[in-house]
């Protein structure tokens, strides 16, 4: 069974083909995964693997473990890009994801003030105010949208909640607007492909309605715990990209 990535609450730097040099934060547990989406190709594997034993990493060892890296980092003559919030789940969860985010934009500030601070969530805590202000206190608030059709997103993204649908979520991303950037995840199995006509035209439709600053999309890169899936290629994503821009007026980068 394919298993959890990151070991450590922060981890890195590493190289992102979308964000440049990134230094990690892992707010879900080192030894286990906890999310609210079982996505087909989630590098960090199934949801079935559990929890782990070492449970979410209270704020006060979060801010310390990142404040030790960023002074070695920064002793070391170390560039940074970006700090994200990443890892074995979705971050939101953390019930002081806001107080956390304040820390690490204090700390970002005190040493690599150029940085951005980055959020990769799956955009199903964003009915919480906290969590919705929290978002929009960072730099990039990177929320996922893979389908606005209701059979691929429960197929592909497997929410735990079932009443969940992906109408939620386009309301729900709304309150960002131009304050969020989507991120999208195209993939073909035998059982689905996200890049038909009509899924495309249900996601521009869907882009449109939230007017994001911009749109994100990409493909497979890492093993999959699902092994059908299968990537679409740098040309496809391409294409896909001109036709997105085409029909929203939004610029689409990451491909």
Same mark, same amino acid.
């Given at each position: 069974?394919?298993?959890?990535?990151?070991?450590?609450?922060?981890?890195?730097?590493?190289?992102?083909?979308?964000?440049?040099?990134?230094?990690?934060?892992?707010?879900?547990?080192?030894?286990?995964?906890?999310?609210?989406?079982?996505?087909?190709?989630?590098?960090?594997?199934?949801?079935?693997?559990?929890?782990?034993?070492?449970?979410?990493?209270?704020?006060?060892?979060?801010?310390?473990?990142?404040?030790?890296?960023?002074?070695?980092?920064?002793?070391?003559?170390?560039?940074?890009?970006?700090?994200?919030?990443?890892?074995?789940?979705?971050?939101?969860?953390?019930?002081?994801?806001?107080?956390?985010?304040?820390? +690490?934009?204090?700390?970002?500030?005190?040493?690599?003030?150029?940085?951005?601070?980055?959020?990769?969530?799956?955009?199903?805590?964003?009915?919480?105010?906290? +969590?919705?202000?929290?978002?929009?206190?960072?730099?990039?608030?990177?929320?996922?949208?893979?389908?606005?059709?209701?059979?691929?997103?429960?197929?592909?993204?497997?929410?735990?909640?079932?009443?969940?649908?992906?109408?939620?979520?386009?309301?729900?991303?709304?309150?960002?607007?131009?304050?969020?950037?989507?991120?999208?995840?195209?993939?073909?199995?035998?059982?689905?492909?996200?890049?038909?006509?009509?899924?495309?035209?249900?996601?521009?439709?869907?882009?449109?309605?939230?007017?994001?600053?911009?749109?994100?999309?990409?493909?497979?890169?890492?093993?999959?715990?699902?092994?059908?899936?299968?990537?679409?290629?740098?040309?496809?994503?391409?294409?896909?990209?001109?036709?997105?821009?085409?029909?929203?007026?939004?610029?689409?980068?990451?491909?």
């Amino acid at each position: 069974m394919q298993r959890v990535l990151f070991h450590d609450t922060i981890f890195g730097p590493i190289h992102s083909r979308r964000l440049g040099t990134s230094l990690g934060v892992n707010l879900t547990p080192n030894d286990g995964k906890i999310c609210t989406f079982d996505c087909l190709y989630c590098e960090a594997g199934f949801n079935s693997q559990g929890p782990g034993t070492g449970g979410l990493t209270p704020r006060a060892e979060v801010r310390q473990q990142l404040e030790d890296t960023l002074v070695t980092m920064r002793g070391d003559g170390m560039g940074l890009d970006v700090i994200t919030f990443s890892g074995n789940g979705e971050p939101t969860i953390h019930p002081q994801f806001g107080d956390i985010v304040d820390d +690490v934009i204090a700390l970002r500030d005190k040493y690599y003030p150029h940085a951005k601070v980055s959020v990769l969530t799956n955009s199903t805590r964003c009915h919480d105010p906290k +969590v919705v202000s929290a978002l929009k206190r960072v730099d990039n608030n990177i929320v996922k949208l893979d389908s606005a059709i209701e059979s691929t997103f429960k197929a592909l993204d497997r929410p735990c909640d079932p009443t969940l649908t992906p109408g939620r979520i386009v309301e729900m991303l709304k309150q960002f607007g131009k304050r969020c950037i989507i991120q999208t995840m195209f993939v073909r199995s035998p059982h689905l492909d996200n890049t038909v006509d009509d899924e495309v035209e249900a996601l521009c439709e869907a882009y449109r309605a939230i007017n994001p600053g911009s749109i994100m999309i990409y493909s497979l890169d890492r093993p999959t715990p699902d092994h059908t899936l299968t990537r679409v290629s740098p040309d496809e994503l391409t294409a896909l990209a001109r036709r997105i821009e085409e029909a929203t007026g939004v610029t689409v980068h990451g491909y």
